[in-house]
């Protein structure tokens, strides 16, 4: 199963991806609905979880400027509009995950996973980075809020 959420978040952050990039550049029949079922008729022989990849993709996009909000403060040297698109959409899937996927992954999973994605499709340095941004978020925004739930 773990593979099969491996490989399902690497769908996500292609179609996450390719459909910031293709709206961003104009085009106005892109939909996500498109891009990831093209996306997942790759790898269906392989992906045993195809809704894992709908609830990410469709709530990053649907949380994407409540993601972007929190994103801001965490990393204010890092203007979220400069960092590269890749880094962005992994950072947008961490925090959708750490944020509204508890039930079903746990917060040391998403960041060692994101952590992964960097390492596989960011920049030399995108890893730390991520590791960076998704463990003060969850530190801050996770872990605080379950500590004051269990008081």
Same mark, same amino acid.
């Given at each position: 199963?773990a593979?099969?959420?491996?490989?399902?978040r690497?769908i996500?952050?292609?179609s996450? *991806?390719?459909?910031?990039?293709?709206?961003? @550049?104009?085009d106005t029949s892109?939909?996500?609905?498109e891009?990831?079922a093209?996306?997942?008729?790759? *790898?269906?022989s392989?992906?045993?979880?195809?809704?894992? /990849?709908h609830? /990410?993709?469709?709530?990053?996009?649907?949380?994407?400027?409540e993601?972007?909000?929190?994103?801001?403060?965490?990393?204010?040297e890092?203007p979220l509009?400069?960092i590269?698109?890749i880094d962005?959409?992994?950072?947008?899937i961490?925090? *959708?995950e750490l944020l509204?996927c508890?039930?079903?992954?746990?917060?040391?999973?998403?960041i060692?996973?994101?952590?992964?994605? @960097?390492?596989?499709?960011?920049s030399d340095n995108?890893s730390k980075?991520?590791?960076?941004?998704l463990?003060t978020?969850?530190?801050?925004?996770?872990?605080?809020?379950?500590? @004051?739930?269990?008081?």
């Open positions: 199963m593979s099969n959420r491996h490989l399902g690497i996500a952050l292609q996450l *991806y390719e459909f910031e990039f293709r709206t961003q @550049a104009g892109v939909t996500l609905t891009v990831v093209r996306n997942l008729e790759r *790898y269906k392989e992906v045993g979880d195809s809704q894992f /990849i609830t /990410i993709t469709s709530g990053v996009v649907a949380h994407q400027d993601l972007d909000a929190t994103l801001r403060p965490i990393a204010p890092w509009e400069q590269a698109r962005r959409s992994i950072l947008r961490g925090l *959708y509204h508890q039930d079903i992954v746990p917060p040391k999973v998403v060692n996973e994101a952590v992964e994605l @960097a390492k596989s499709f960011g995108s980075f991520i590791n960076g941004v463990g978020a969850f530190r801050t925004l996770v872990e605080d809020t379950s500590h @004051a739930v269990d008081a």
